[in-house]
């Protein structure tokens, strides 16, 4: 009897034990009473009846992602591609993301490409290419409302790949090359042209420096002469007026020793024989000549004293 009450004390045990239930953090427990929803327990501590409560599903409450092989596409134009999409999404709902649909993850798998092919329809090939954000906004708008009877919130669609046929790809290659080649040439064009202004720029400021050089140049050379004129009339000016200073003091010292008249005409004759000397072809002689003999005999009285 004590080994079967010990028996009985542990079953006891155990079942009391399994029926204790810890929801751990961002996750949410599904149960069910005799087949039937019960409740969803959320994060903290719980405890089921045994036997009669079951937890159907275990739910991850955080966002999650989905990527999604590449699905054939045919656009507006009769060019098919290969799309790969991500999907991230969160279970708002854990009762209705467990009784809401069979599989969630094929669902929006399908539901995805269904999506993407009916958008990829209304586009052209070059749309497609050029216009992911919107694509990936079309996408998410009308997943979120295909989603929301199953308890499951899109908050973001991503096209991660598009991948055209091969014969677009080179086609697209080609034009890549060449559109770079030509903005190469555009490149090159206008740095030549650039280079060609700071050279006529530069060629232009030589010439501004050179005939501010010239310019300052002539002003010092005519500077120059013009000192030079000026120091050279100013030597004249002084030598006549030495000149003339000789002269009026060699008249006042004739006049300070007694001369008479026949010693200024003498003096005279003097300046007329230097004013002579060989150079001039013309002479004008005062009309005072007359009393030349009248001097000479004023010399020989004043040679005989």
């Known amino acids: ?26 996750q949410a427990f599904v149960v069910e009473r005799l087949g039937a929803y019960q409740g969803t327990w959320s994060v903290g501590f719980h405890v089921k009846f045994p036997v009669i409560d079951k937890i159907a599903r275990r739910v991850n409450l955080k966002e999650q992602v989905a990527d999604f092989p590449p699905q054939p596409v045919i656009t507006k134009d009769n060019v098919t591609m290969r799309i790969d999409t991500v999907v991230f999404y969160q279970i708002t709902d854990p009762k209705l993301f467990t009784y809401g ?73 080609k034009q890549m090359k060449a559109e770079r080649e030509r903005r190469e040439a555009v490149t090159r064009a206008e740095g030549e042209k650039k280079a060609n202004i700071l050279s006529a720029e530069g060629e ?32 004249q ?21 007694g001369a008479d008249e026949a010693v200024l005409k003498i003096k005279s004759l003097e300046a007329f024989e230097k004013v002579a000397d060989g150079q001039a072809t013309t002479i004008l002689l005062p009309a005072e000549l007359n009393g030349i003999a009248s001097v000479g005999a004023a010399l020989k009285q004043t040679m005989g004293k």
């Open 204 to 235: 232009k400021a030589s010439a501004i420096l050179r005939a501010e050089a010239d310019k300052q140049s002539a002003i010092l050379r005519a500077e120059a002469q013009k000192e030079k004129m000026i120091r050279e009339a100013e030597g």
């Open 101 to 173: 649909v069979e599989n969630p993850m094929m669902a929006i798998e399908n539901l995805t490409a269904t999506t993407l092919r009916n958008i990829i329809g209304d586009l052209e090939l070059d749309q497609t290419l050029t216009s992911r954000e919107t694509i990936n906004t079309k996408m998410r708008a009308q997943l979120d409302i295909a989603t929301d009877p199953w308890g499951i919130k899109v908050n973001r669609v991503e096209l991660k790949n598009i991948i055209p046929p091969a014969e677009i790809q080179n086609a697209m290659e």
């Open 237 to 257: 000016a002084e030598a006549i007026l030495k000149v003339q200073q000789a002269h009026a003091d060699g008249i006042r010292m004739l006049k300070e020793a």
């Open 1 to 26: 009897m004590p080994v079967v009450i010990v028996v009985l004390i542990v079953i006891v045990l155990a079942i009391a034990v399994s029926c204790v239930k810890i929801v751990p953090q961002a």
